[in-house]
């Protein structure tokens, strides 16, 4: 059974850091590509970080360089999301989303259920 976990979300003061986790089951995730989505209340969903298969090619939104890191554990299957200087800007729903590389035979994507970021005073 296929399944995406988020966790880490939490409420942090401005300029606070946060490390969410994209904890993976049922599925080769070591050949699969990661990314971070976020979604705050009234928005659409926007794309936040990304990392391939073997965490060689990695990509972010412009609002997040500097700030976020996203890295990966394979041999946990674990894909992490390091925040840091958060911004109330960045009060938002973080979806992991794993999905086949564009060289994969076998296609497929998946989504976790979403953690609550909150960046307040």
């Known amino acids: 059974q296929v399944q995406l976990v988020e966790s880490g979300g939490a409420l942090v003061q401005p300029g606070g850091s946060l490390r969410l986790s994209c904890e993976s089951s049922?599925?080769?995730?070591?050949?699969?590509?990661v990314s971070w989505y976020r979604q705050a209340p009234g928005k659409e969903r926007e794309f936040v970080a990304e990392i391939n298969s073997t965490g060689t090619i990695l990509n972010y939104a412009d609002s997040v360089k500097g700030r976020f890191t996203v890295s990966r554990d394979n041999a946990n299957n674990v894909v992490y999301l390091q925040m840091n200087n958060l911004k109330p800007e960045d009060t938002a729903v973080y979806y992991c989303?794993?999905?086949?590389?564009?060289?994969?035979?076998?296609?497929?994507?998946?989504w976790g259920q979403g953690t609550q970021v909150s960046v307040s005073s």
């Open positions: 989303n794993a999905r086949s590389e564009a060289w994969a035979i076998k296609k497929y994507s998946y």
């Open positions: 049922g599925f080769t995730f070591t050949v699969s590509s």
